[in-house]
């Protein structure tokens, strides 16, 4: 749902190409600009994995794949060894940068509480890209997320995608404005006045969707000075009804399922179903439907209305062919944020295929996105976010060891 | 003194005797009269405290071990039931020293010492969460009331026994007072609220040490009173508590996260020479030493990520190899629901990524933990003699592709994978695990 990826549009610009030049020229004299990744098994994600695998890294992007045998390390690369490399894992949606580790009142952004229907909210003016968690997901191998607003209103605000580096939201961004989050449930009961039912919710999101409908109709008037004053609310909900941003929707039970189903028919937006812990209560419906799911974490605890979670979810979503993606989702305690590898490491102990596994980690959410030409597998000329494990990329006692981004070695442990 | 506390256990004690002895067949929980010796064959068996055979004979009979080997030392009877585990690993049944499951309560907002109140008396023994414990291959859990008082209240050792009633469920630690328990005790944060609450961590320690002086001067009264029941002081059921603590009998669990907060647990432990085990105990790492030396272990948990509380903020994944370099006593521990009990085998695994020896890590979840809750000559190793708590696991323990496949405990399978009925509690699914109603989040 890419409006536009901001480091690009903004190449255009005179004044940020002076201050690209000026980073340019800035580079930390760590930052090696060729490097030579080897490992035992490269997991590309385009196509199969390469046993005694070779990645060239030159300038920030992958420059070449492949086995040892055809790939020659040229002089001068930077040598670095792992037992598997993966692209770097990309979670699909967190609250990471808005909901701070301190979990104190001031670094809790991720829900305004003022009104329950606030979609001018945008992720990029709360965001906090020095946030301790998300170096703590960026030393985990997550390499980008999907992050903003959190659960908790009927439309608690925008969300965005960064990469788990740079110091500063511009230099993280790669996309400002890609959904907005809205919750259906029980999540809403008792944030605000109103609603105070699920009913009344749903009543309050259809009028302002309308509205937003209307809104739509006579910001495209020929002639400008009868079309709307701006409004950025509807502004908003209008982008998700064109089309530009996705609706982001969590529900768990099967009536809020349906609910969030039903809703996405009469306006016609595009939907990701987050949560969803009774999605394999409703596999025909999403199927038909034609729905990812963004699955609740596979730990996520058992009460309220995730009672119901399951640990094999994901194998489910798998064998039905409906297409899902990890989160590392929202806590209110601790852990303060989950990480995307363990819960799908959960779910293929659980019997989840681990090719599927690593794809809802990687390629899948790149091309949710829409933004597979730049991420999400190994292949020349896209983005050089690699990790590198030293052992199965699952298992409880292996771990990741070197994390890239961009090209640049952000984190390395022994 | 403690003769009306023998009269507070005699219902239980005697339940538990007439159980034992068989004379209500059929009674879910009674404390099983297995005859017929099982013999579990062709499995790696992990004793935990001795060897690690890689094709191992576990013999067990009357809900006790009988031997533990070799297949070619241990000879089995010829009436024995055979378990073939051929390819699987066989560990001592996992304890657990801080959880939560059991819909269970605590003191009240009436005051921050409640010594007088016991989580067993509304422990509710049909909890899912105790079929949920099963799945994860858990058998002796100490089950605590929360954190947010300064004594919040005496905690439960259970064996996790299929049961109608919580008296089925009890290990007994000591028969003589009827003690089947520790004392939850916490500093730091989560006790600080309004008064009659500390408000500072000041005031905390100063309620705490009052506290103990006040059993102090109980305990020379009784003492002085030499058996004569006119000289008896009045029964006070929180300094009868306390008593018990300060005679060692009764172990007071204590949460405590920061580094100081940790020294504050262990300078007023020493002060008044009571027994204590060191929960949590996020910033243990900083303290290592200072906790090694005073010989208080430590019950740690794993949690996925740093933050989520103030006290949490300095999460260090490698606390556990850090404790074990230092020589400190250490356990893992599920705070279930903080940490879900069906993966309790993760949090030594993730240790073990940090340097933790797999031998520790072994330890952590099994006789380390019964050590800490006086019951290690009953459970937490295979050894001839102790109780049959073992379970099957499909392969290593601390891999994410193996599963607990059964749970024995004293000689039967109380829960099995291939049971349908049973393995949906190691999935979760619809209206599987009903929500505990433990609202509250003061626990971790």
């Known amino acids: 749902m890419l409006t536009f990826i901001r480091p690009f549009r903004s190449l255009t610009h005179p004044a940020a190409l002076l201050a690209l030049i000026a980073v340019l020229l800035f580079l930390p004299p760590a930052a090696s600009s060729q490097i030579a990744v080897t490992a035992d098994t490269v997991y590309t994600m385009d196509g199969d994995p390469v046993v005694n695998g070779v990645v060239l890294i030159r300038d920030g992007r992958i420059e070449r794949v492949g086995p040892a045998s055809d790939v020659a390390i040229p002089d001068g690369y930077e040598r ?23 979990n104190q009142e001031h670094d809790q952004d991720q829900l305004e509480r003022s009104h329950a229907l606030q979609p001018d909210l945008r992720a990029i003016d709360a965001y906090n890209a020095r946030e301790v968690l998300v170096g703590f997901l960026s030393r985990n191998g997550i390499t980008t997320v999907h992050t903003g607003h959190g659960p908790g209103a009927i439309v608690s605000g925008q969300t965005m995608i960064v990469k788990t580096a740079g110091g500063t939201v511009d230099e993280a961004l790669l996309d400002s404005t890609t959904a907005l989050a809205i919750t259906l449930g029980p999540g809403v009961r008792g944030q605000f006045d109103t609603p105070g039912t699920r009913s009344k919710g749903i009543a309050m999101l259809r009028q302002e969707l309308i509205r937003a409908a209307d809104y739509t109709e006579k910001r495209r008037h020929e002639d400008a000075d009868r079309r709307p004053d701006r409004d950025l609310r509807l502004e908003a909900l209008s982008d998700m009804l064109e089309g530009r941003l996705f609706a982001l929707v969590t529900a768990h039970k099967t009536h809020d399922i349906m609910t969030a189903l039903r809703l996405q028919r009469e306006f016609g937006f595009p939907m990701l179903l987050d949560g969803a812990s009774e999605v394999y209560l409703l596999l025909d419906e999403i199927r038909e439907a034609g729905v990812t799911v963004i699955l609740h974490p596979s730990m996520v605890r058992l009460r309220g209305e995730t009672e119901n979670a399951a640990f094999d979810t994901a194998q489910k979503l798998h064998e039905a062919g409906i297409p899902f993606v990890f989160q590392s989702g929202y806590e209110s305690y601790v852990p303060k944020t989950r990480v995307v590898l363990f819960e799908a490491a959960v779910a293929v102990g659980y019997g989840l295929d681990r090719s599927a596994a690593l794809h809802a980690l990687t390629a899948g959410p790149a091309a949710l996105f829409g933004m597979d030409e730049r991420l999400g597998s190994l292949r020349p000329g896209k983005d050089a976010d690699l990790v590198l494990f030293n052992g199965d990329p699952f298992e409880y006692t292996t771990r990741p060891t070197h994390v890239f981004i961009d090209g640049v070695l952000r984190h390395k442990m022994d | 003194m403690k003769t009306p506390s023998r009269i507070q256990l005699l219902t239980p004690l005697l339940l538990l005797l007439l159980n034992n002895a068989g004379l209500f067949p059929g009674t879910p929980g009674q404390l099983f009269a297995q005859e017929q010796p099982v013999a579990v064959t062709g499995a790696e068996i992990i004793t935990v405290t001795g060897e690690t055979y890689e094709n191992g004979i576990l013999l067990v009979r009357d809900g006790r071990i009988i031997a533990v ?19 699987k690993v066989v560990m001592p049944g996992l304890v657990d020293s801080h959880s939560h499951i059991g819909e269970g309560d605590g003191g009240d907002r009436s005051a921050a010492l409640h010594a007088d109140v016991r989580i067993m008396d509304t422990i509710y023994p049909g909890s899912d969460s105790f079929r949920r414990a099963l799945a994860g291959g858990l058998t002796s859990v100490n089950v605590m009331p929360g954190s947010g008082h300064l004594v919040s209240g005496q905690t439960v050792y259970l064996k996790l026994r299929p049961a109608n009633t919580v008296e089925e469920m009890l290990i007994m630690v000591d028969e003589e007072r009827g003690i089947y328990g520790g004392l939850k005790m916490a500093n730091g944060t989560n006790p600080l609220r309004q008064p009659p609450f500390p408000g500072t961590r000041a005031k905390s320690a100063a309620m705490v040490r009052a506290m103990f002086i006040r059993a102090q001067e109980y305990q020379a009264r009784i003492e002085a009173a030499q058996g004569d029941p006119e000289r008896m002081p009045a029964r006070d059921l929180a300094l009868e508590t306390l008593v018990e603590v300060l005679e060692g009998r009764r172990i007071v669990h204590n949460h405590t996260h920061r580094h100081d907060d940790v020294l504050t647990a262990i300078r007023l432990a020493d002060e008044f020479g009571y027994r204590m085990v060191l929960h949590h105990v996020t910033d243990a790492w900083k303290v290592a030493d200072e906790i090694a030396a005073s010989g208080y272990p430590a019950s740690i948990i794993y949690v996925d990520s740093p933050g989520g509380k103030l006290e949490a903020i300095n999460l260090l994944p490698k606390a556990a190899p850090i404790l074990e370099k230092a020589g400190a006593e250490l356990g893992f521990h599920t705070d279930d629901p903080i940490t879900d009990s069906r993966l309790f085998l993760r949090s030594p695994a993730f240790a073990i990524r940090e340097g933790l020896s797999r031998q520790k890590a072994l330890e952590s979840v099994t006789i380390a933990n019964a050590r800490m809750m006086d019951i290690e000559d009953r459970v937490g190793s295979l050894e001839p003699g102790k109780d049959a708590d073992f379970i099957i696991l499909s392969g290593d323990p601390f891999s994410v592709y193996t599963r607990v496949e059964q749970t024995w405990i004293e000689g039967r399978k109380v829960w099995d994978i291939g049971d349908p009925e049973d393995r949906k509690y190691s999935t979760g699914g619809y209206q599987v695990i009903r929500s505990s109603g433990h609202g509250h989040h003061h626990d971790h």
């Open chain 1, 80 to 102: 670095h060894e792992g037992v598997v490399a993966t692209p770097g894992l990309f979670d699909a949606r967190s609250v990471v940068g808005l909901a701070g580790y301190f």
């Open chain 2, 69 to 87: 080997g070799d297949a070619a030392s241990v000879s089995i009877p010829s009436d024995a039931e055979v378990i073939d585990a051929t390819g």
